[in-house]
């Protein structure tokens, strides 16, 4: 058969109706085939792609997401500054996992900022406009009016971790709880008695659910809560600093830490070394995440691995699953998805 090569009937590009009858179905069965649905035969598609390579047919991307109302872009958001998303491993783990997840897609990722007032006043502004399809919020706070105003906008959301138990967007996190109680047993199995817990950000319920693990596990073994052995951070370096200096003044006979990240585990180990405690003969030393920063640290910090590029290749996976969903929001709301994936304690020689 004798290819017509890029030009139509017409003389000009080759059409969508052209391709239907060069293979024999329907527009609606073209269609369908270029956006890659599963509601074809193999005959079928094997017909149709064949007919555009004849044809040498170009499918018009911009027309397609035009009619469609869509805007093939998707929007990462993280409400926090520039200097914490570049600070910590978390942030670029989850970029890495949302970027392999996309690559075979042909949505574009734009990373925005919105660690203030006016950066969410702007991004407020820019998503009413419905210039994405999507929006991944990553590390959002208990009061954050984000998830709101993405709901009210009814523009397809997926964030990293709940805001609470009674979280109505589909989320995906790590199991927090689970994964702070092993660390807190395992400091118990190694002989400490005296644990305190420097918690990240108390706002995010992640940090919260860590804080429930810490004190399962000291109940679990018949120990007696002290309150006096929790100290509130924020997830930074200085933070860990600021936490451990406390819990030292306050209760100088701890042998053990259990830090809600390794940043903060980091700043810790520096206030211990700076007062002669030895790590792990002093004081044992877990954090959380299992970073490069756990990994390169003297001694190598035992830490909470939680498979952040795997949470964010699964954020992909639920967004795009809400994206091509379009039926009425509300009845979406009785489907939404919450995926815990499991964490595993990686031991090294700070405890």
């Known amino acids: 058969m004798a290819s017509h090569g890029a030009r139509s ?31 074809v035969s193999d005959a079928t598609r094997a017909a149709v792609e064949a007919a555009v390579a004849e044809l040498g047919y170009v499918p018009n991307t911009a027309a397609r997401a035009l009619a469609a109302n869509r805007t093939d872009a998707i929007a990462l958001v993280v409400p926090e500054p520039e200097t914490r998303f570049f600070a910590e491993p978390y942030f670029s783990d989850m970029l890495k996992g949302v970027g392999a997840e996309l690559s075979d897609t042909q949505m574009q990722l734009l990373l925005i900022f919105a660690g203030n007032d006016r950066e969410r006043a702007r991004l407020a502004q820019y998503l009413a406009a419905h210039r994405v399809d999507g929006v991944l919020l990553v590390s959002v706070h208990a009061d954050d009016p984000l998830p ?14 709940p805001r609470s138990a009674a979280e109505t967007l589909p ?11 092993s660390a807190v ?8 008695r005296a644990v305190a817990h420097i918690t990240g950000r108390l706002d995010v319920y992640g940090a919260q659910r860590r804080v429930d693990g810490y004190r399962a596990a000291l109940l679990g073994a018949g120990h007696e809560l002290d309150e006096q052995l929790i100290q509130p951070g924020d997830f930074t370096e200085e933070g860990g600093r600021r ?18 990240s390794d940043v903060m585990a980091a700043g810790a180990r520096q206030v211990l070394r700076e007062e002669g405690r ?45 994206i091509a969903d379009r039926r009425p ?6 489907e939404r998805r919450q995926v815990v994936l499991a964490t595993e304690l990686v031991a090294r020689r700070s405890s």
């Open 9 to 39: 009937r017409s003389g000009g590009r080759p059409t969508l109706e052209e391709v239907a009858a060069r293979a024999g179905v329907g527009r609606g069965t073209v269609s369908r085939v270029i956006n890659g649905s599963p509601r």
């Open 148 to 161: 709101d105003l993405l709901s009210q906008l009814e523009i397809p959301a997926v964030i990293s971790g």
């Open 171 to 181: 989320s995906v996190d790590s199991d927090n709880y689970g994964g702070a109680r």
């Open 185 to 192: 047993e395992h400091l118990l199995a190694r002989g400490c």
């Open 243 to 260: 936490a451990m200096t406390e819990l030292l003044a306050r209760r100088p006979d701890l042998d053990a830490v259990f830090a809600g």
């Open 278 to 322: 030895r790590i792990p003969d002093d004081v044992a030393l877990v954090g959380y995440d299992d970073s490069a920063i756990a990994r390169h640290m003297d001694p190598p910090l035992t830490s909470v691995r939680q498979p952040i590029e795997e949470m964010g290749r699964r954020m992909i996976d639920l967004l795009l699953t809400e």
């Open 329 to 334: 929001a509300v009845t979406r709301e009785l």
